[in-house]
């Protein structure tokens, strides 16, 4: 998928088929801020090449990353990360789980789907999509009244931190976000080995 990705103060001022330097200007404007001071994440692939150009030509920011585009979205969503969009292309079923979360953050996803085989449109035709470069908002890739989104860190990242293991076990880092109660979550879980001696260390 094509996706653009923003908070809940940029929603409405971004399209997918706009140049990258107005969303960028737009974004800005939303933020109170300078195109300059904008950080963006891009993931750091060949095929972003022009992508990155067009944004390093405008003066904003650019944070490259391996993988994880959905904790990035997620990112892109919550104040005070240092993040203020996320561009670039990325796996379908990312966009819609970022999605998920991003109705329950009041962010913004647009995304479309990318057709450029004939295989491609043959797979779309038989999933029953007709309109292959149809935009897809938010709410048309997680539609749910009553929205669960959970996750948890795998490695480091700004979001979450990555497994921790010790002698006794392990320690995980997770985030569930709820829509319908609007509520966010933040759990630090210790795992016990199972041993009659096993101890409890907190670090």
């Given amino acids: 998928m094509e996706k653009i990705i923003v908070g809940p103060s940029c ?12 969303n960028l200007k737009s974004i800005a404007k939303r933020l109170n801020r300078k195109v300059e001071d904008l950080v963006i994440i891009v993931l750091d692939r060949p095929r972003h090449e022009e992508l990155i150009n067009q944004i390093r030509a405008t003066g904003a920011r650019i944070r490259l990353i391996s993988d994880g585009d959905l904790s990035a979205g997620i990112s892109a969503a919550v104040v005070g990360t240092g993040v203020h969009a996320v561009m670039g292309t990325g796996g379908a079923p990312e966009g819609v789980l970022t999605a998920a979360a991003l109705r329950c ?10 057709a450029s085989k004939p295989e491609h449109h043959e797979r779309l035709a038989q ?3 007709k309109d292959a470069k149809r935009i897809y908002a ?9 929205i669960i989104f959970a996750c948890t860190g795998v ?3 700004g979001l979450l931190r990555g497994v921790r293991f010790f002698g006794e076990g392990t320690r995980t880092h997770s985030l569930i976000l709820t829509y319908d109660d609007r509520q966010v979550r933040f759990i630090d879980t210790v795992h016990l080995k199972k041993s009659p001696d096993v101890k409890v260390v907190f670090y």
């Fill in 138 to 146: 938010t709410e048309d890739l997680a539609p749910g009244k009553k």
């Fill in 11 to 22: 929603k409405g001022a971004v399209d997918l088929d706009a140049p990258v330097a107005d």
């Fill in 155 to 157: 490695t480091g990242g």
């Fill in 105 to 114: 953050l009041n962010g913004q996803i647009l995304a479309r789907l990318v």
């Fill in 127 to 129: 999933m029953g999509i």
